[in-house]
């Protein structure tokens, strides 16, 4: 899309999650995002982002590693489709999706 | 000695200065005794005024004198120039284009929010000076002391054949600007929406009142107080969570105000919901300092509410006003009565804690809505905002702000004595990923730009007790010296440039010691955020909470 930035991210460390189904959370509307977490085969927490708010990587980063640093999750894939959320909607977003498959996995 | 010696005309010349000008003016046609035509108002105006003369043309939060105003635009710059324009806020254009025109070159004022970029291009320019940026209380208290207004134009709902005015819901600074020129040999004119025979209530008794004119068109009011219950968003219902749990429970504030905007909404749609069930009916949120927001209804409603009152009113809320005269002030006609020079010293003496927003916060926790060209004035909220020094009676939540300010300190600083709750409600970036939180202050330039005395700090860091954003609560009255306070602001700043440079093992210290309470920290979760606990979440849920009372104006009639 025109004017969109494509950021990526990997983070390593934290303990694998194991199994579950991809997960669905929030909507692609302005000031708010929608998060798709799925599992992927290789270790660490892989964040791919689509965000209409050109350079803000670094307040990103600083977000997705707070993130990290809080769940300690890894063998994952967050897919971002960001329409100029803040860093508070964006935090609420990714703590909802852990909680979504925290309580789908047994 | 006889009453003619008491009165020697050397000290009566306001007094013959007054009836100088009363008498041209009733030389006019058009002018039958109080009563003027609307096509004779210029003239009126031109037979009135004298170059240099203190003019007061209403403008208030609300309500504005529009006719009057359109008027003194028209009379001519070579008859009438050099006004010296004392007026708490600058809404209009008109109240600009005296000075573009050449008939005004001096103001002092308290808010100009809608006309801010055009003054500052004006100052610019050098059309006009500005004495100074007021707030509402300290500009009236001047109309008593050096800026008392020779000539006084006014707006009111109705009068009578006598000049008896009904200011209406909306009297907010009638009463002190009248008060002032009528008692100091001024004039006083009013524009009115009609002349009645009758009038519901009389707010401005006749001998105040010099001429009155029935303007085309009624009065302009603004419903400035209005948000749209559909436009909070979950962080903002995050934030109300916070500032009840966190601070009005933990406090237990009984009096109180609210500043304009969504955040303050949310937590007024938050008491009969969250706050219910948190136990809290009747031990917070009794008695309030505030206009009639929409968003206070289901509160209301639930019992929550001993008494509102206000410094204005707002459209759409006559009707439900009417039918609640044991919350609201009404008079014996039925309807409000405002007053914003009572209600400013009613939220200023009589309230425990005020919580309002800002643009920028520094990191000394002084706030400004001053940005990079626009003067935007303060309005009411340094007065709100601020420890009120002269406050001697007690209540266990300006106690309990006291006692955490001064425990432990020396000297007279550890004297006991109370203090107000002045908390700044911001998340930490604004719309566009504007940061709030900043190094320094947008103000310190503009004051270096417009060469204004002082910075325009609209509430000063050492008058702030608690910042609270979505990241958390800054407890400042704990803090004991300038860097824990620092490091406080920086701990609830998130991920704006302030807020990641904090000292991460001091905001943990400060943590630790219950100065930063996060969300967790006070048993709330984020993810309980939804806008699921607002108890009304359009404006067509507030019209039926108010059992159809509430008509709001049409443009937020979305339904």
Redesign the interface.
């Known amino acids: 899309m025109a004017g969109m930035e494509t950021l990526r991210f990997t983070f390593d460390g934290g303990r694998a999650l194991g199994p579950f189904a991809p997960t669905l959370v929030g909507v692609v509307a302005s000031?708010n995002l929608e998060v798709l977490v799925e599992p992927a085969a290789a270790p660490g927490c892989h964040v791919d982002i689509d965000t209409s708010?050109r350079g803000?990587g670094g307040?990103w980063e600083?977000?997705l590693r707070d993130f990290h640093a809080r769940h300690g999750v890894a063998g994952l894939t967050l897919s971002i489709h960001d329409m100029?959320a803040?860093?508070?909607?964006v935090?609420?977003r990714l703590?909802?999706a852990m909680?979504a498959i925290a309580g789908a996995t047994p | 000695m006889s009453a003619a010696s008491v009165l020697d005309a050397s000290w009566t010349r306001q007094r013959a200065d007054r009836l100088e000008r009363l008498a041209r003016a009733g030389d006019l046609g058009g002018v039958d005794g109080k009563l003027v035509h609307a096509d004779a108002v210029v003239a009126l105006l031109e037979a009135l005024l004298v170059p240099g003369d203190r003019v007061c043309l209403e403008g208030d939060n609300q309500k504005q004198a529009d006719f009057l105003a359109r008027a003194l635009t028209q009379v001519a710059p070579e008859r009438v120039h050099d006004l010296h324009m004392v007026q708490s806020v600058l809404s209009l254009p008109e109240h600009l284009d005296v000075f573009e025109l050449g008939i005004a070159s001096r103001l002092d004022f308290s808010f100009s929010g809608p006309q801010a970029a055009r003054l500052a291009q004006l100052l610019g320019q050098g059309k006009l000076r500005i004495g100074a940026i007021h707030t509402y209380l300290e500009l009236f208290g001047r109309y008593f002391v050096d800026l008392t207004p020779k000539v006084s134009l006014i707006a009111a709902q109705y009068a009578d054949a006598q000049g008896n005015l009904y200011t209406g819901p909306n009297t907010e600074d009638t009463p002190a600007i009248v008060e002032a020129t009528a008692f100091k040999s001024g004039i006083v004119v009013a524009q009115v929406d009609r002349i009645v025979d009758k009038l519901p209530r009389v707010d401005i008794p006749a001998d105040w009142v010099d001429f009155v004119v029935q303007a085309p068109e009624p009065a302009f009011i603004e419903p400035l107080f209005t948000r749209d219950p559909a436009q909070i968003?979950?962080?903002q219902v995050?934030m109300a969570m916070m500032a009840i749990k966190g601070i009005y429970a933990e406090y237990g504030v009984q009096s109180l105000n609210h500043g304009i905007g969504f955040d303050t909404a949310a937590i007024e749609l938050l008491l009969p919901t969250y706050g219910e069930r948190l136990g809290l009916k009747g031990r917070i949120c009794r008695h309030w300092a505030l206009n009639p927001h929409p968003a206070l209804i289901p509160a209301i409603e639930a019992g929550w509410i001993e008494s509102v009152h206000s410094f204005g009113s707002e459209l759409g809320m006559e009707d439900y006003i009417r039918a609640r005269p044991d919350v609201f002030f009404t008079g014996p006609d039925g309807s409000l009565r405002s007053n914003r020079a009572f209600c400013q010293a009613a939220g200023h003496y009589a309230c425990d804690l005020f919580i309002g927003s800002t643009l920028q916060m520094d990191m000394q926790g002084n706030s400004s809505t001053a940005t990079l060209g626009r003067i935007a004035g303060f309005g009411g909220a340094p007065n709100m905002g601020a420890d009120a020094r002269g406050r001697r009676h007690a209540s266990a939540a300006w106690l309990k702000a006291g006692r955490e300010a001064r425990d432990g300190l020396p000297g007279v600083r550890g004297t006991p004595r109370g203090q107000k709750l002045v908390v700044q409600m911001v998340?930490?970036?604004r719309?566009?990923?504007q940061p709030a939180f900043v190094e320094t202050l947008d103000a310190w330039k503009l004051a270096e730009q417009a060469r204004l005395d002082l910075p325009p700090i609209m509430i000063y860091g050492d008058d702030v007790t608690h910042v609270l954003t979505?990241?958390g609560i800054a407890n400042l009255l704990l803090c004991r010296d300038d860097e824990e306070r620092e490091q406080a602001i920086r701990g609830v700043a998130?991920?704006t440039p302030a807020g990641?440079k904090r000292d991460r093992a001091m905001v943990d210290k400060l943590r630790a010691r219950g100065v930063i309470r996060r969300p967790v920290d006070l048993g709330i979760d984020?993810?309980d955020?939804t806008r699921n606990l607002l108890a009304a979440r359009t404006m067509r849920d507030l019209v039926r909470a108010s059992g159809g009372l509430y008509r709001p104006p049409r443009r937020f009639r979305n339904w």
């Open positions: 000031g708010a803000f307040i600083a977000v100029g803040t860093p508070a909607v935090s609420l703590d909802q909680a | 968003s979950e962080i995050l998340e930490t970036f719309e566009h990923m979505e990241e998130g991920f990641q984020p993810r955020a």
